[in-house]
């Protein structure tokens, strides 16, 4: 009688380890933080699915006062440059980009985050069967009165399972702007043909009387268009903006016809549409 309980003992431990061995790995949790003078950077993991794309995140924590870049910096800065290269079985990582804000102070306007920001990942391994190794190094710049440049490297084994950070990247999902059409949100941008100088207006549908900010990138990264300014004169339910039509790159015509990508924040709400203007 002891003898089968001790069997059925050794039994279930051995079934308790072949479990282990080939159970679904969980996520990490986070990577240990690349610190910088000013700022710091770590990969964080989201909770997955088997089977399904990996959620991370690049995050990067700023010290107070300090603020980094959006994809597009503004009038001063640089965009943040992620490299993913060093990874294992990674086939490729798309980085989102959360809803901006705007900075104003005397050397003009920059575009991007303050306090901190999440970058939400998502990385299609090569071979699903096999682990995945994150190994991220990134550059950015910081900046407060004076921009500095940055950089960090961040290492964190991906898999499935739960992660105590997945609250905080879903957080960075969520205002990360929804692709929508210029149709749906109400928004035309035509040429003012009369301005002094090559000039864009903007129509936009408000949903409410709150502040609206629109950004507006070009058809390249060597675009540096200005940021759009509240304009007089938008009916009721509207909303005017206009801005400069410059900061185009060389041999890029002010009177050709081109997409232009805006994207729009409203209260709680991001948007980004790409329109064509004639």
Request: hydrophobic share 40%; net charge neutral.
């Amino acid at each position: 009688m002891k003898l089968d309980r001790c069997h059925a003992a050794l039994g279930f431990a051995a079934m308790l380890f072949v479990g282990l061995q080939f159970a679904p790995a969980r996520a990490e949790n986070a990577s240990a933080w690349s610190q910088d003078s000013k700022s710091a950077v770590r990969l964080i993991g989201g909770t997955n699915k088997s089977g399904a794309p990996l959620r991370a995140g690049i995050e990067i924590k700023l010290q107070p006062g300090w603020h980094t870049y959006w994809r597009y910096p503004g009038d001063s800065g640089v965009p943040p440059r992620f490299d993913f290269s060093g990874s294992d079985n990674v086939k490729s990582a798309t980085v989102s980009f959360p809803a901006p804000h705007l900075f104003t102070d005397e050397t003009g306007s920059s575009i991007g985050y303050k306090d901190g920001v999440i970058f939400p990942v998502i990385i299609v391994p090569k071979d699903p069967a096999k682990p995945v190794n994150a190994r991220l190094k990134i550059d950015y710049a910081v900046c407060e009165k004076m921009c500095v440049p940055a950089e960090g490297k961040a290492e964190l084994p991906l898999g499935t399972g739960p992660s105590t950070a997945d609250a905080a990247l879903t957080e960075a999902e969520a205002r990360v702007p929804k692709k929508t059409t210029a149709a749906e949100i109400g928004l035309t941008a035509r040429r003012v043909n009369d301005a002094a100088k090559p000039m864009v207006a903007v129509d936009l549908t408000a949903r409410d009387n709150g502040p609206v900010q629109i950004f507006v990138e070009g058809p390249t990264p060597e675009w540096a268009l200005p940021v759009p300014k509240p304009a007089p004169g938008a009916p009721a339910g509207h909303r005017h903006f206009s801005f400069d039509f410059d900061g185009l790159p060389p041999g890029a015509s002010p009177t050709g016809s081109y997409d232009l990508t805006f994207t729009i924040v409203e209260g709680g709400r991001a948007m980004e549409v790409t329109t064509h203007l004639d």
